[in-house]
């Protein structure tokens, strides 16, 4: 795992280039390179993982050809042997690196139907000044880009884009809707205007002349599944995650793993141990004073428990009120606004990882969205059976009564009114609206009322892009239609992205088992009719599962990888909070209606509305104006 960074066309593109190894050191402290032509300039910062001898820093020239290279490509032992016996190619190191350059040279953009792994890489050939970028096919590694007729940039990090000589100066207001919508930014548009995010599952090439293409290398899921039997998807799915949590071990450092105490990081866990000495695992726990006011999973319970079965070196980390001192940097790190508090978990347990030597840390992470996993998406389903099948005079009735109930008396929480009242909100849609409002935070008329009635076509681009996305596959089978829904919206545009960000701060790799090529491509053939069966989420993987792990932690209770964030809002952030979202601030800053947002402020603090998570993600947005905007360009610096 490492950072890039390329420059063609700039007043000094080899400053930039050396600036950008400073910005994004923390993603490679071991090596930090550059290398430049009259055409280019290309920077890389190289966190050793496979092949950790200098030979293979970047970056790496080879006969003609430079790479910069961020990931890995778990099948390269393979590759380089193919590479070998078929086409003579000599090797001079051990590294994927020189195997993904050797087999674009033989292959061209063909190689990238043979790569497993995460990546985004850079190769510039050097005799026709030609520049080919590729991101890996689901999104896990990060790669932006600005183009325009005589300039072209790309990084591993907005950050490093931003100011560069007027990039990242001008706001992009669709993107900044939809963070507020979901508290993440979706599809590839960031925060600016002329930045973008290089689509999952596509290469573009930049010829000398600047032109740019586009070309996508990996074909849409749209179905139908072909996997009807039970039997059948069992056998597929231990087979193909077996064979993927293998691969994700090669490494010549130790590889390591989060731990909750669920299905999916359990599992994980439990088959990794086959392939090490002693697996060292790590999980998150709250503070008894934040559990007073917010119910929290029992995480460290379960996973004590699971650590001693399997005899895990097992290491916990409390997280705690004070944690929210550490949100403007947190901010700054994660590039764009990221109101989901699990960024701070991922930070916390990498930079224990990362204190104790630890380079690569396993993750569970995909599961949910491939396998039917979600409350929300299992409630989408829910409302689709209440709107059939409850009369339209009950339904307006429990409305009236739900809407009036408080969701918070004398400071605790009321969890139950909580889930009632987001029930309610998209049980009436139909299933594509639906599902985008099971994991909205605002409805239209909302997101007009915040906005003061401004940007109301970005706000109407919204829904357009959700519904082209929702009606994208699996027509006729609405469990994988939500699944594909998240592969291409919740998986990338939040976790991945937050994953990257709060890891790669502390200078450590995230691998991401279940967000495997084979996997996924197994998972999408599988009727949905598996994936929720009985009343059970993740039927299928469960199944598989009972192979390896004890059933309470197989069919406990679905936990959120979270923080506490209404105990926060309503206690150590409420100074913050009223600073920041001040009506003086929102004034200036010109965006939002000051009275709504003090409005929503007052109903969470009286208990009338839960509103904690708007709040916390009304003040990432504007610390993150504070951080990108307000400041001057190039004042970034790693977390870590």
Aim: aromatic share 10%; hydrophobic share 40%; charged share 25%.
């Amino acid at each position: 795992m490492c950072g890039l960074a390329g420059f063609i066309g700039f007043t000094d593109s080899r400053r930039l280039a050396d600036h950008a190894n400073h910005i994004q050191n923390h993603r490679g402290p071991d090596y930090q390179g550059s290398w430049s032509d009259d055409h280019i300039a290309l920077a890389h910062q190289r966190l050793s993982i496979i092949d950790i001898s200098a030979r293979s820093n970047q970056p790496m020239e080879k006969d003609g050809l430079v790479i910069v290279f961020n990931g890995e490509i778990y099948n390269y032992r393979e590759l380089r042997k193919s590479l070998s016996e078929q086409h003579g190619i000599v090797f001079t190191t051990e590294s994927d690196t020189e195997v993904v350059l050797e087999a674009y040279r033989v292959e061209g953009a063909n190689c990238m139907q043979r790569f497993i792994g995460m990546f985004a890489f850079a190769i510039y050939n050097q005799s026709t000044s030609q520049l080919y970028i590729a991101r890996d096919h689901f999104g896990i590694k990060p790669l932006f880009y600005s183009a325009n007729s005589d300039r072209f940039a790309f990084a591993s990090e907005l950050k490093t884009l931003a100011g560069v000589e007027n990039i990242g100066t001008e706001i992009n207001h669709r993107a900044l809707i939809a963070s507020l919508n979901y508290v993440w930014v979706p599809g590839n548009e960031t925060m600016f205007k002329g930045v973008m995010k290089l689509p999952p599952g596509n290469y573009m090439t930049v010829d000398k002349e600047l032109n740019v293409s586009m070309t996508a290398y990996v074909d849409p899921f749209k179905g139908p599944t072909t996997v009807n039997r039970e039997a059948d998807a069992i056998a597929q799915l231990d087979s193909v995650i077996q064979r993927s949590i293998k691969r994700h071990m090669v490494a010549d450092v130790p590889v390591c793993s989060f731990l909750s105490g669920g299905l999916d990081s359990s599992l994980i866990s439990a088959i990794a141990q086959d392939h090490t000495d002693r697996l060292s695992t790590y999980t998150i726990a709250t503070s008894a004073e934040d559990k007073k006011i917010e119910r929290m999973p029992d995480d460290e319970k379960y996973a004590t428990k699971l650590a001693k079965q399997f005899g895990f070196d097992h290491h916990e980390i409390v997280i705690n009120s004070d944690i929210v001192k550490m949100l403007p940097e947190m901010v700054r790190t994660l590039d764009e606004p990221i109101g989901d508090p699990a960024a701070i978990n991922t930070f916390l347990i990498c930079k224990d990882a990362h204190s104790k030597g630890v380079k690569v840390l396993l993750s569970g992470m995909g599961a949910d969205e491939i396998f039917f996993g979600y409350r929300r998406q299992k409630a989408t389903l829910m409302a689709a059976r209440y709107r059939a099948y409850t009369p339209a005079i009950i339904r307006r009735a429990i409305r009236s009564v739900v809407d009036g109930l408080p969701v918070k008396i004398g400071g605790s929480g009321l969890r139950v009114v909580r889930w009632a009242k987001k029930f309610l909100s998209f049980a009436e849609l139909p299933l594509a609206q639906s599902y985008m409002q099971s994991y909205s935070y605002y409805n239209e008329n909302e997101l007009h009322d915040l906005l003061g009635g401004k940007y109301s076509d970005d706000v109407k681009s919204l829904y357009a892009e959700h519904d082209r996305i929702f009606a994208s596959g699996y027509q006729n089978d609405p469990i994988n239609q939500i699944c594909n829904t998240d592969i291409q919206m919740f998986m990338v545009g939040l976790n991945l992205t937050y994953t990257d960000r709060a890891s790669m701060a502390t200078s450590v790799e995230v691998r991401v088992p279940f967000i495997d090529k084979e996997v996924i491509e197994v998972a999408m053939q599988i009727n949905g009719g598996l994936k929720y069966r009985k009343g059970e989420s993740k039927y299928i993987l469960k199944k598989v599962a009972e192979k390896y792990l004890p059933k309470d932690i197989i069919y406990r209770p679905k936990a959120s990888f979270g923080a506490p964030i209404r105990s926060w809002i309503s206690g150590a952030l409420k100074t913050m909070v009223d600073d920041v979202l001040s009506e003086k601030s929102l004034k200036q800053r010109g965006i939002f209606d000051s009275s709504y947002v003090r409005k929503l402020i007052e109903d969470d603090r009286q208990g009338s509305d839960d509103n904690a998570y708007r709040i916390y993600q009304l003040l990432t947005v504007e610390l993150w104006f504070r951080e990108y905007l307000d400041k001057p360009a190039g004042q970034f610096v790693s977390l870590a």
